[in-house]
């Protein structure tokens, strides 16, 4: 079977001779739920930026496969980077929805990547684009606030309209970088579960940074510990125990 | 150190911030011996102030004609010179923020926008009255100059400050640099702009005013003739004119930041 993703040798260094990831390997298959966990700094929120680029590796590989072709996205540049991204739908940990745009605009903004600046200028999209979003207001529950405006909306709202606002990119990769850190213990459990059954219904593999152990183990497949800019743990969420975590987080009172 | 003694440090200002205060004061001093100002002199002027006001009254509502065309140039110079100066300073304003332009680019825009800014708008439409000639033309050139200096400054400051998250978020979408900038850039300074296009309006009705008395077109040309002719009553007319357009004006400005939740 071929992976969805495949990250070889990934080298990421703000500053040079001090790598934040170490060379990582990862492969990440067509789909399912991948969580990453690992103590703050260690990289997570890095490795998912490195694969749509919004930062740049300084060494390796990332292999892209989708549409039937495979692509190193560590070397994309101008145009053929953003044909990529638009196929890499990204959650982010704020949120990061334009505030003052509704919520409609903010969806469809998801579709920014196939249009033309004068098109976008005049909301000129795509009627099955318009129709494809109130679909998915449905299915994350926001039906009724598409035209309010995304600063009226709650944090949990904002989440799914984040959420949303990814898929409507239809795209074959899900990355979500710490989706529930803001949130409410009982909207994260929310915002998991939107994430693994949309992943499940459109087949597609998601990716997702979290920090807390317990929401990782409940929804995902499959989690890799990350410390010190390097893979420790690969495996499923039966095989973490207490041993494992500290291999990860380091130290031990917190297990207690 | 006792107790008292630390408490009384707290608040204390250094002697640098003392030196100075003490330097502008003296210097404040010697420009005004310098300038020969004296009491008498101030007196005497009173007087000649109020035999002014005096000749003022009642104001001369005789020459409307000349006065209404001068009104009407007046505001089709501020529109004109509003319109244009916030349409190129938008372009301006964007290729001077420093985060999302190259270094070259945005030095370059930012150092464009400081000479425009350098010169007084009257000063600016002399050099135009020389290079295009007398007249209404000359003044909207005067008139844009100073608003590209002052608007394009605070476009630039306004798209410096917008949050980065809302704009990486349209970046991760594959969206191109003129969509990031429409969808991700654009609806966070919106209200900002308004504000500012506003501001220019009020400002450049009152410099339109002006840019006349240098022969730039506009009321002012009419206001200089009638000191020149010693027509104070018109005079007054003509500032009680101007005061009253401004006051529209700005009422006017209010109700467009209104409408736009600024």
């Excluded at chain 1, 505030?99 to 605009?105: F, G, I, K, N, Y």
């Excluded at chain 2, 350098?118 to 844009?144: E, M, Q, R, Y």
């Excluded at chain 2, 009553?233 to 736009?260: H, R």
Aim: net charge positive; glycine share 12%; with cysteine.
């Amino acid at each position: 079977m071929t992976h969805a993703l495949e990250i070889k040798g990934l080298v990421k260094q703000y500053q040079p001779g001090r790598p934040i990831l170490k060379g990582i390997d990862l492969a990440i298959p067509g789909a399912g739920l991948t969580a990453i966990i690992g103590p703050s700094g260690t990289g997570k929120s890095t490795l998912i930026r490195c694969i749509n680029r919004l930062v740049d590796p300084s060494a390796g590989e990332i292999w892209f496969g989708s549409g039937g072709e495979r692509i190193d996205l560590a070397r994309l540049r101008g145009r053929a980077l953003r044909a990529s991204r638009c196929r890499i739908g990204m959650v982010f940990q704020e949120y990061n929805l334009v505030e003052r745009l509704t919520v409609m605009e903010n969806l469809l903004s998801g579709r920014l990547g196939y249009m033309g600046a004068w098109a976008a200028w005049r909301r000129k999209f795509d009627q099955a684009d318009i129709a494809y979003a109130f679909e998915l207001l449905d299915t994350v529950g926001l039906g009724a606030h598409a035209s309010q405006r995304a600063d009226a909306l709650s944090g949990g709202q904002r989440q799914r309209v984040g959420i949303a606002r990814a898929l409507m990119q239809r795209p074959p990769l899900l990355l979500a970088d710490e989706p529930t850190s803001s949130l409410d213990p009982k909207t994260s459990f929310e915002i998991m579960g939107l994430l693994r059954d949309q992943g499940r219904a459109r087949g597609i593999p998601v990716i997702v940074n979290i920090h807390d152990v317990e929401l990782a183990k409940r929804y995902a497949d499959r989690i890799i510990g990350l410390s010190g800019g390097q893979v420790v743990y690969d495996g499923g969420a039966a095989d973490l125990d207490d041993a494992r975590l500290r291999q990860i987080y380091g130290g031990q009172d917190w297990l207690a | 150190m006792s107790a008292p003694a630390r408490a009384s440090s707290a608040f204390r200002t250094g002697p640098a911030t003392r030196v100075a205060l003490w330097l502008i004061l003296a210097y404040a001093l010697y420009a005004a011996s310098q300038l020969g100002f004296s009491w008498t002199r101030f007196v005497e002027g009173l007087g000649h102030g109020a035999r002014f006001l005096g000749r003022m009254f009642p104001p001369d509502l005789s020459h409307r004609d000349d006065l209404a065309d001068g009104i009407a140039e007046t505001l089709q110079i501020a529109v004109l010179a509003s319109l244009a100066g916030i349409v190129l300073s938008l372009p301006i304003g964007l290729l001077g923020a420093r985060n999302l332009m190259p270094g070259p680019v945005s030095w370059a825009a930012r150092a464009l926008v400081s000479v425009c800014r350098s010169l007084h708008p009257v000063i600016v439409a002399i050099l135009f009255v020389k290079a295009v000639g007398f007249g209404p033309l000359a003044g909207v050139l005067a008139l844009v100059v100073s608003s590209i200096g002052f608007i394009g400054k605070l476009f630039s400051e306004a798209i410096e400050e917008i949050s980065h998250k809302q704009v990486e978020a349209i970046r991760a979408t594959g969206a191109s640099f003129m969509n990031v900038v429409l969808f991700g850039v654009l609806p966070q300074v919106l209200p900002r702009f308004v504000g500012f296009a506003t501001y220019q309006l009020d400002s450049n009705l009152r410099n339109s005013t002006m840019v006349g008395i240098v022969g730039a077109g506009g009321v002012g040309g009419v206001l200089l003739s009638a000191f020149q002719r010693f027509d104070y009553a018109f005079v007054l007319t003509i500032l009680l004119t101007i005061i009253a357009i401004i006051v529209v004006g700005e009422l006017a400005a209010n109700s467009v930041k209104k409408v736009f939740h600024v």
